[in-house]
């Protein structure tokens, strides 16, 4: 894979996220976010989504999925969902899945959070654009249950603009999250 994008990983976080009280905990995989952000992240060309979560039970499932999709019956049944989940990689941290981006040569990856929140200094679209052209590699992090923990997105090297809608509701689920950013970024038509 040569095009923009090619460079671009993204990694789907299950810790350290927020609770809907504010709690720092560990969420339960999504079977439709595995399916709606692979999909998305294969039709834009992003090289691998990283599915992370500390949690071993979780990672099991997670295997047992892509596996019924890539190797079982739903890859006979539905070839297209096969490539798409083949993009999905399972690890147990952050940092492992840094290290296996790192190991395939193309350096460190830098690091970008997305948040519904805004942040002062945060990254425009253009602007990560722009920094996706010289080929160094990107980790797109997205939060799941209520988002990333403020301490980790402020630990990333650049925290991307929040999405913004008309009105003042803002608490897109993750799959969309991560297609209306991709699309942003790598789509064809730019507004």
């Known amino acids: 894979m040569t095009g923009l994008g090619s460079n671009l990983y993204l990694a789907l976080l299950h810790h350290p996220v927020y ?6 905990i560990a969420s339960a995989v999504s079977n439709l976010d595995l399916h ?9 060309g992003v090289q691998a989504v990283y599915v992370v979560t500390p949690l071993t039970d979780q990672r099991k499932l997670v ?18 969902r096969r490539d798409a989940l083949r993009l999905l990689r399972i690890a147990a941290s952050l940092d492992t ?3 296996e981006i790192s190991a395939s040569g193309l350096g460190r990856p830098l690091t970008v959070a997305t948040d519904a929140r805004p942040y002062a200094g945060s990254i425009s ?54 297609a209306i950013v991709l699309d942003r970024l790598l789509g064809t038509e730019r507004v």
């Open 125 to 178: 679209y253009k602007g990560l654009l722009e920094r996706l052209k010289s080929r160094r590699p990107f980790l797109l992090m997205f939060g799941t249950a209520w988002g990333l923990e403020q301490e980790f997105i402020e630990e990333a090297d650049f925290v991307l603009a929040p999405i913004k809608g008309p009105t003042v509701y803002n608490h897109l689920s993750v799959r969309s999250a991560a």
């Open 63 to 80: 295997r047992r999925i892509v596996s019924h999709w890539t190797e079982g019956a739903g890859a006979a049944y539905n070839p297209d």
């Open 19 to 24: 609770n809907k009280n504010g709690e720092v």
């Open 97 to 99: 899945a840094l290290d």
């Open 36 to 44: 709606d952000i692979s999909r998305a992240a294969k039709t834009y």
